[in-house]
């Protein structure tokens, strides 16, 4: 019974991560489909060709549709209309707030996506003596940084992200002498925190190798000189 229950909780461990996935990604281009088949004519739906429904082709074609808007935006013809369209948004109240809201929050993911969450590290919160992993957004400076700086010295911007979906979570502006930053990568840091813990990276066998490396490197420098 023993060997059954060790089995049995490896294949489990094995299929359910793929059975996540894959039922994930079903569901996403199931839902991309449902949104763009109705749209395309019939005349180049496969659909209506075909015994079957073919999945997929509506994200195909969602794909190919978004990369020729960028493409046709990229000229001054589509740049004009863009704007004059962007004018016809900035008129309107409700939905004014909405696009200009999203499509700052796009462009600023898009255009500093090099420097997003690369740098983990710890703060206290909520109390001293309490330890909480954070992700560094920014050390740039800032309205924030510069009106707290005579408070708190310098400060940098961190997400404290929530157990255990890490997509929310706190911005918080801490001083900079208070954050110490881990050597982990993001991945390991969003896998510790969606885990609760449970699932921490091998730090004991990384500094053991570490420390290998180092003392191969040092008995042969002395044969090589």
Known sequence: MTRLRNYFLTGF????????????????????????????????NPDNYLP???????LIVALVLIT????????FIGRSIVSYGEDMLGRMPLVRSIYRGLKQIFET?????????KKVALIEYPRRGAWAIVFVSSERESEVNHLIEPHAGRTIAVF???TPNPTTGFLMYVPKSEVI????????????VISAGLVTPEYQKLTQQLAEDALRGDQKRPAAE
Not at 27 to 38: F, R
Not at 181 to 192: D, G, I, N, R, Y
């Open 109 to 117: 993911v898009l255009s500093h996506k090099s420097d997003v969450f």
């Open 13 to 44: 461990v094995v299929c359910a991560p793929l059975a996540i996935t894959a039922y994930l990604s079903w569901s996403l281009i199931g839902w991309v489909d449902s949104w763009v088949k109705p749209y395309i004519p019939a005349r180049y």
């Open 52 to 58: 079957f429904a073919v999945p997929g082709f509506g």
């Open 181 to 192: 930053e881990l050597s982990m990568t993001v991945e390991e840091a969003a896998k510790l």
């Open 68 to 75: 020729l808007v960028g493409f046709l935006t990229a000229n």
């Open 160 to 162: 404290l992200p929530s």
